[in-house]
């Protein structure tokens, strides 16, 4: 009667946790809400981010992603060694998912580290549907640490992702609040000469750009695992200990420089390789990197 219990209970159990090396996704629309604003977007098992996926280094994985959206969708495992059927870009590796169908990935984990998934279909992924992968390796790494925390990184604009693209194609300056005025041509003038500040204007308007366009698209929230500035995500730890922090920028356009005051960091992990360890008190993260400090 014992033994039927129990596996009464791991057959109601299995279902939920899945077996080894077995997950499930599903594509949802979400609320995210930012602390400055709250606007719908794309997650997954209904939330964004969406959660850590754990995988082991060897290991044979399948992933069953059910669409719950109104349009097609797909997942790509950034940075991942896999077949290409299974890369997950419609159009190339597959025809994508479309809304209420399931799909199963499989593909074998040959490598370690800190990676991140996200949808490559249409704006999904500014949208906020994306989340993030560790890989244990087989063998010992060489760091030591005593508990870790992911740290994925985004931004969110009040405006949709497609919005977004309508106003910038009408006028790539759409966003840019921090264009040249006529007060800064009088005061460049004065400070660099009338025929040198002439050039300059005209070096730029060549180009057909400006010098503000190395930020030109503003207004963006930064957020932290689902969490803006005003929500303040935290991680626990204790006095003395060796902390892990898996940083992923998971953001649309934005870097991001990290920097923990009063405390140096040190590199061990670029784009989920083992580096010579760095010691840093701040490093900056492009759009799509992973570092482990």
């Not at 009464?8 to 939920?16: E, N, S």
């Not at 040959?110 to 500014?126: A, D, L, R, V």
Request: hydrophobic share 35%; aromatic share 10%.
């Amino acid at each position: 009667m014992k033994g039927t219990l129990i596996a009464c209970a791991l057959g109601l159990l299995l279902p939920t946790i899945g077996l080894a090396g077995e997950y499930n996704l599903t594509v949802d629309r979400v609320e995210i809400d930012t602390g400055d604003f709250i606007k719908k977007g794309v997650g997954y098992n209904g939330k964004s981010p969406g959660p850590v996926l754990r995988f082991k280094e060897g290991e044979e994985v399948s992933i069953n992603v059910t669409n719950n959206l109104d349009e097609t969708t797909s997942i790509h495992w950034h940075g991942l060694i896999l077949p290409f059927q299974q890369d997950g870009v419609p159009g190339i590796s597959f025809p994508g998912i479309k809304p209420g169908e399931t799909f199963t990935y499989n593909f074998p984990i040959t490598q370690s580290g800190t990676y991140w998934f996200h949808s490559h279909s249409g704006f999904q992924e500014p949208e906020g549907a994306f989340g993030s992968i560790i890989i244990e390796p087989k063998g010992r790494e060489p760091f030591r640490y005593d508990r870790e925390y992911v740290v994925q990184l985004t931004d969110k604009h009040p405006h949709s992702s497609e919005r977004v693209m309508r106003n910038l194609k009408v006028t790539p300056d759409y966003y840019n609040r921090e264009q040249q005025t006529v007060g800064e041509f009088f005061s460049d003038v004065s400070e660099n000469g009338f025929l040198n500040t002439v050039k300059d204007r005209l070096a730029w308007g060549d180009m057909r750009m400006m010098k503000a366009d190395v930020e030109d698209l503003q207004g963006f929230t930064g957020m932290i695992n689902g969490k803006g500035p005003k929500q303040n995500w935290t991680g626990i730890f204790e006095p003395g200990e060796r902390i892990r922090l898996r940083f992923i920028n998971s953001s649309a356009m934005t870097y991001f420089d990290i920097r923990i005051p009063g405390l140096n960091m040190t590199v061990v992990q670029a784009d989920g390789n083992n580096v010579q360890p760095v010691n840093v008190d701040e490093f900056r993260i492009g759009v799509a990197e992973t570092y482990d400090v």
